[in-house]
């Protein structure tokens, strides 16, 4: 028997209408540096997206299913991007602009992008690669910055605001079918090769209404949210989606995003949430203690991206911004877990211990357990396995190239097409992740597993130290031995074995590294991680100086 609901497709451009209507009046507004912010309605985001979309496709030819690639930062025009490519049947492709320029070219060329909305300010960074890229036909600059490079190059040169000036504010957004892809994102490729990852207007749309739930980010019209993630880093984590869902206001930091003019933002903007991976938060961190402000508005911080070190949210607490954890990728587009502790455990002794976890699982992301020989684990919080999760809005292949199938590599997807998320670590009977490492992360000493991330938050809660990460490295007698990589905060006194003494009084004897080395910074990836290829290679190559203790 059919129901007799109707059936209304899950829509990109539903979002934008509600957004730009019921909640006209909240606003985008975006960092310039020095001077005012530019200051947007959503009904202006609205009447913009429209014309963007006109232009797109009356002035530049753009037609279903055409890549409409951003190389952009966080800010107004990047929103209007985002509605106005998958509104119009066209796929929004936002580009890494902190990948290699190799890496940046490969993936223009595989998804085929044929126009490239950029940055003024990020001209130098496209202008040298676009003699590479095959299928790109338009360049359109936003906002200032040299644009004399563009001169007599291959493909035609648009400027945004002209482009958009005069077009009519109203859009007939087509009627398209849910499942059509609306976006693309690569991985950033830290274990391996970009890979595409193609989100449909559905996904989108059911995990947009996950992060504006209770129990996930339960941002409303009264909020503001300080968006630091990038908006080509998983879509922002659907968060610009999800302001047009609940109305929540957008603080869009543009290219500012070093601790100083963060601080600021956060004291003349007054936003009450931000989200962002632990490096900003621990950057800002150190910038408050030197110098403290006012950031009482921001209670709540999202951190994702990678483990967030326990002292960094203990020092969160104490300046009243109290950290939720989650955990996703690109994949998972990205939300999959969120950790918010569960009633009986608020306000007891239990509450961080939950608050740590990876988080809980949403309805609608269902998740399993495999174990090294196969088989499927328990959730009882102590068996550890590899986990893959499903659901609507968690990628069963990536993409293929333009004519070709859609990719699912054995080690990425089951039989039964679940996701290999590659992650290792156990599930509470109650539903709550804890990580203990990448599997590609994890160090195999002896037969036994020594989760590298462990050590790095026990190193990091140590008060001398500023960032600290381990990595696996060959050892004759038990294949793997940990190396801790430590960089010292300013002043710091103590020693390696200072700091080995301080790692004992947590971790099991011989889990403890034997292998040290002081550097400035730790290396991060394009989306701010800690780079544990290069630090192997680094390792590898003998260019780091190590002390064995
Ligand atoms: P990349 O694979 O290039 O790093 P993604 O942003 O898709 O790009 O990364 C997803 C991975 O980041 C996850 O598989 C996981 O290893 C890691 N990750 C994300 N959030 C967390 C978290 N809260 N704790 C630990 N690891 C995390």
């Known amino acids: 028997m059919l129901s007799t609901m109707q059936d209304v497709p899950l829509l990109i451009s539903r979002m934008l209408h509600h957004g730009s209507t019921v909640h006209a009046s909240s606003r985008v507004t975006t960092w310039i540096g020095e001077g005012a912010p530019r200051r947007r309605t959503f009904a202006e985001i609205g009447a913009r997206t429209a014309q963007l979309a006109h232009a797109l496709r009356d002035d530049l030819g753009v037609r279903d299913d055409d890549r409409i690639a951003t190389l952009m930062w966080n800010h107004a025009e990047h929103v209007e991007a985002y509605f106005a490519a998958p509104s119009m049947g066209a796929v ?99 274990t391996g090769d970009p890979k595409g990852v193609v989100f449909s207007h559905r996904s989108v749309y059911l995990h947009s209404m996950q992060v504006n739930m209770a129990h996930s980010m339960a941002l409303t019209d009264a909020d503001t949210s300080l968006i630091v993630v990038p908006q080509f880093h998983v879509n922002a984590w659907g968060l610009p989606h999800a302001a047009f869902m609940s109305g929540f206001n957008m603080l869009m930091p543009d290219r500012f995003l070093q601790p100083g003019p963060l601080a600021e933002m956060i004291t003349t903007e007054r936003p009450t949430h931000a989200a962002a991976v632990p490096t900003i938060w621990q950057g800002l961190l150190a910038e408050v203690t030197a110098r403290p402000r006012d950031l009482s508005t921001l209670t709540q911080v999202t951190i994702g991206g990678s483990a967030c070190p326990p002292s960094l949210m203990r020092a969160f607490d104490t300046l009243g911004m109290r950290v939720c954890h989650a955990w996703g990728m690109t994949e998972t587009s990205p939300l999959g877990t969120i950790a918010r502790p569960p009633a009986h455990a608020i306000g007891t002794d239990e509450e961080f211990g939950y608050r740590i976890t990876q988080g809980r699982f949403p309805a609608s992301v269902e998740a399993r357990l495999r174990g090294p020989d196969g088989d499927l684990l328990p959730w009882d919080g102590t068996a550890a396995g590899e986990l893959e999760v499903r659901g609507p809005w968690i990628a069963a292949a990536y993409y293929g190239g333009a004519d070709a199938e859609p990719l699912r590599p054995d080690d990425k997807f089951s039989a039964d097409g679940w996701l290999k998320t590659g992650d290792v670590g156990t599930i509470s009977p109650d539903g709550y992740l804890t990580l203990t490492d990448r599997a590609k992360d994890v160090i195999k000493s002896g037969g036994e597993w020594i989760s590298s991330v462990e050590l790095e938050n026990v190193l990091m809660s140590h008060p001398e130290v500023a960032e600290a990460a381990v990595v696996a490295v060959p050892d004759e007698k038990w294949g793997e031995r940990p190396l801790a990589t430590v960089v010292l905060a300013e002043g710091a006194t103590v020693g390696f074995e200072g700091l080995r003494a301080f790692l004992a009084e947590t971790v099991a004897p011989w889990q403890l590294p034997e292998r040290w080395t002081l550097v400035q910074a730790v290396p991060k990836t394009s989306v701010g991680k800690f780079d544990k290829k290069v630090i192997r290679k680094q390792y590898a190559d003998g260019t780091l100086d190590v002390t064995r203790i």
């Open 92 to 190: 929004l492709h936002t580009l890494n602009l902190r990948l290699p320029p190799k890496q940046l070219v490969w993936i223009v060329n595989h998804a085929a992008d044929r126009v490239v909305l950029v940055d003024g300010s990020l001209l130098p960074l496209l202008v040298p690669l676009l003699p590479h890229l095959t299928s790109v036909e338009h360049v359109v600059v936003s906002g200032p910055g040299d644009r004399s490079g563009l001169a007599g190059i291959g493909p035609r040169v648009h400027d945004y605001e002209e482009l958009i000036a005069e077009k009519p504010t109203a859009y007939d957004w087509p009627e398209l079918d849910e499942r059509r892809a609306a976006a693309m994102c690569y991985t950033s490729g830290t």
